[in-house]
């Protein structure tokens, strides 16, 4: 193996600067989301070695789609690899970093010697953080939102979700004693894109007479074999909730989100933050303790 690939790419790796936890239904219009960085240091390297194509020419596949209008890039830096430079995209507010070498494009986690992962490193340096504070306030203003549990629970979330995405139910199945139990309000913002019939799922439940009991519905009426929400969908959906579900899908990008569960909670540093796909129970627990 050469001294340049002792750091190696594995695996894809596009950006927004939020935590990861788990799986998740990906929306198909942005990539996966990676995670910050654990404190990790990029590795010092001599001049020599580091990258330092930081301008010029631009790979070919990348000039091709930043010419077509796909992304822009944002940033150009170095890398502690010799040759390979690191590029953030910005496709319509949905940052990633690649990296260029001889003309090819890589896209995924940068493993340093040290097991560091540069990539989330660089996400986590040159990648905008989402507003989250400014994205629930326009969330809460477009009234698109499905309330859950005690209004005096200590903790809310605002959660991204397709009714028909099957990591959503694992979320709603886990939170389900934390609500009971006064402890947490989730607010849903009901999103489309995992099943055709997405949309209209959505829509029906936004227009239900009590839509945090039609959500309720869809979720203890899950079907996990197929994957499908159980609240039956409007055919057509009014044209007035589908636009109030494109404003919360396209809040979803601005959060750094590219697939469902999208949750933004407050950490306990009392700041807004994002954690993106199923966290599991023993996050809730981390988070909120025991139900």
């Known amino acids: 193996m050469s001294k340049r690939m002792s750091l190696i790419i594995a695996g894809l790796a596009l950006a927004a600067p939020v935590a990861v936890f788990g799986a998740s239904c990906e929306s198909g219009t942005a990539g996966p989301i990676s995670a910050p960085p654990p404190a990790a240091t990029i590795p010092a390297t001599?001049?020599?070695a580091a990258s330092t194509k930081t301008t010029g020419a631009l790979p070919g596949s990348i000039a091709t789609m930043t010419k077509l209008g796909v992304f822009q890039v944002a940033k150009r830096f170095k890398t502690?690899?010799?040759?390979?430079?690191?590029?953030?995209l910005n496709q319509h507010g949905r940052y990633s970093v690649v990296y260029g070498i001889d003309g090819y494009v890589l896209?995924?986690?940068l493993i340093s010697p040290t097991g560091a992962n540069l990539t989330a490193t660089y996400n986590h340096q040159y990648a905008p953080k989402p507003a989250y504070a400014g994205i629930i306030k326009a969330l809460e203003k477009d009234g698109a939102l499905i309330a859950m549990g005690s209004p005096a629970a200590k903790h809310v979330l605002y959660i991204f979700e397709d009714p028909n995405c099957i990591f959503c139910h694992k979320l709603s199945v886990a939170l389900a004693p934390y609500i009971k139990s006064g402890k947490v309000r989730i607010k849903i913002a009901p999103v489309a894109f995992v099943h055709p019939d997405s949309m209209g799922k959505s829509t029906a439940i936004l227009a239900a007479k009590d839509p945090g009991a039609?959500?309720?519905?869809?979720?203890?009426e899950f079907d996990t074999r197929t994957e499908e929400g159980g609240y039956p969908a409007q055919n057509p959906p009014d044209p007035k909730l589908v636009a109030a579900v494109r404003r919360n899908m396209q809040l979803m990008g601005k959060a750094g989100f590219g697939g469902t569960p999208?949750?933004?909670y407050r950490g306990t540093d009392g700041k807004w933050a994002g954690a993106a796909g199923f966290p599991g129970n023993a996050w809730l627990v981390r988070q909120f303790g025991n139900p």
Not at 80 to 88: A, Q
Not at 214 to 220: K, L, Q, Y
């Open 214 to 220: 039609a959500w309720a519905t869809d979720e203890t």
């Open 262 to 264: 999208g949750i933004m």
């Open 107 to 109: 896209a995924g986690a």
């Open 46 to 48: 001599s001049t020599a």
């Open 80 to 88: 502690p690899v010799k040759g390979v430079t690191g590029y953030l």
